[in-house]
């Protein structure tokens, strides 16, 4: 197949997971169009069977806010047309719904048919999407969709719940690509940069949203280093870092919490780490946690959102109520004092993140894909 996939280029989840998908599918042998404003993080180095059209973004002074969605919509027209697609994916509904809707109108008007399926990936339905601001759109494109999917049953729930629609939401939840572990000697030498051998290491990596409770991440390691030597790697960047380096300062902890800022691939430094943090005010699914436990990390996390259908509780890490720091400190605690409970749950955490191996869920969206094809047919 040829198929399109839009999607936000940056290190979020959802840009993440359309850039490993479209480099599976192209794997297996299917021509994938990445289409965006810039070249996808996860994207690397030039590669058989994908190709990546960037969408010029204007800087006429006449606009005061860029119209990126009629850009996007041009776009969409210019590659399905002359790259002869047969199928968009869109990533993340805003705007990117609504120009494949444009895009699709616009070629249905030359004679060309493009069915366009949309993944739902969390904020754009659980906290932007269902600002009255979005709602009527987000509602129609739904609607106008030739198949929609949601990342976990909870994204689903909350979307049913949210828009007036009725239309059939397909569950496929996020996926990783299990690999070999690593050569322990030189995760060794990487760990030994951040922590002592005596020290145990957690780990936090997101964009540093409000969303993502940060302070709770800070609050809660707080509790941990006073009854175990530790140490705490943050990953990422964003609002919210600024307040938590102030934090750290206030808490003493500065020697003890190392901000690693943006890294592109994450897995080494999930890897050297022996529990990862993940107190989310909201989550659809949780990929940071999913991909912590692909490398044999146990997570401690809130049970919000789709994040008990990830981390299963006393199994690959706890669940606790957003806010309660103390449970998610004393949970920590549990499973860092002893090493022989540490390499439990470090072995579940690691074959509870094979349910997700990309291998499964891979065949859901050619599934789906090929039924959107031979309805449109
Ligand atoms: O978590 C973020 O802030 C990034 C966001 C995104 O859309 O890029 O992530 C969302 O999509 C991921 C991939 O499907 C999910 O694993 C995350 O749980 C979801 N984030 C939220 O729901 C807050």
Redesign the pocket.
């Known amino acids: 197949m040829k198929i399109g996939i839009v999607l ?1 280029p940056t290190f ?6 359309a850039t490993e998908l479209g480099k599976a599918l192209a794997k297996k042998g299917h021509e994938i169009h990445f289409i965006t404003y810039s070249q996808p993080v996860r994207l690397g180095s030039f590669r058989e069977n994908i190709y990546y059209h960037e969408v010029a973004v204007s800087d006429y002074p006449l606009f005061e806010y860029q119209p990126y969605e009629t850009e996007l919509a041009s776009k969409m027209v210019d590659v399905v047309k002359y790259e002869k697609l047969d199928i968009l994916h869109v990533h ?1 509904a805003i705007p990117h719904a609504s120009a494949a809707f444009m895009a699709k109108q616009i070629l249905a008007s030359q004679g060309i048919d493009i069915p366009f399926v949309t993944t739902l ?4 339905i ?1 906290l932007v999407g269902k600002d009255p601001s979005f709602e009527p759109v987000i509602t129609f494109c739904l609607n106008q969709s030739d198949a929609v999917t949601a ?1 976990s049953e909870s994204l689903k729930k909350d979307t049913l719940e949210h828009f007036d629609t009725n239309r059939e939401i397909h569950v496929i939840p ?1 996926f990783i690509g299990i690999e070999e572990e690593d050569d322990a000697e030189h995760l060794l030498k990487i760990r030994r940069r951040y922590a002592a051998d005596h020290e145990r290491l957690l780990c936090h990596v ?2 540093f ?1 409000k ?2 409770r940060v302070e709770d991440v800070l609050l809660t390691f707080a509790l941990v280093q006073k009854e175990i030597p530790s140490k705490l790697l943050m990953v990422g960047d964003g609002p919210e870092r600024v307040y938590l380096e102030k934090m750290c300062r206030e808490h003493n902890l500065c020697d003890k919490v190392i901000f690693v800022g943006k890294v592109r691939d994450t897995k080494h430094v999930l890897a050297i780490s022996d529990l990862f943090l993940l107190p ?1 005010e ?7 946690a999913l991909e912590a436990m692909a490398v044999s990390v146990p997570v401690i996390s809130s049970n919000t ?2 994040i008990p259908e990830v981390n299963t509780h006393g199994v690959s890490g706890y669940l606790s109520n957003v806010g309660d720091v103390q449970d998610m400190g004393a949970n920590a605690i549990h499973i860092l004092s002893d090493d022989q409970r540490l390499k439990d749950f470090k072995q579940a955490a690691r074959k509870r993140a094979e349910d997700f191996r990309l291998e499964n869920i891979l065949p859901q969206y050619e599934t789906l894909y090929r039924e959107v094809l031979s309805l449109n047919k």
Request: aromatic residues 10%; charged residues 15%.
């Open positions: 936000y979020g989840g959802s840009g993440v997971v993340y990936h969390g904020t754009d659980t990342v996020n997101s964009n949203r969303v993502k989310s909201t989550e659809s699914f949780g990929l940071a959102g789709g």
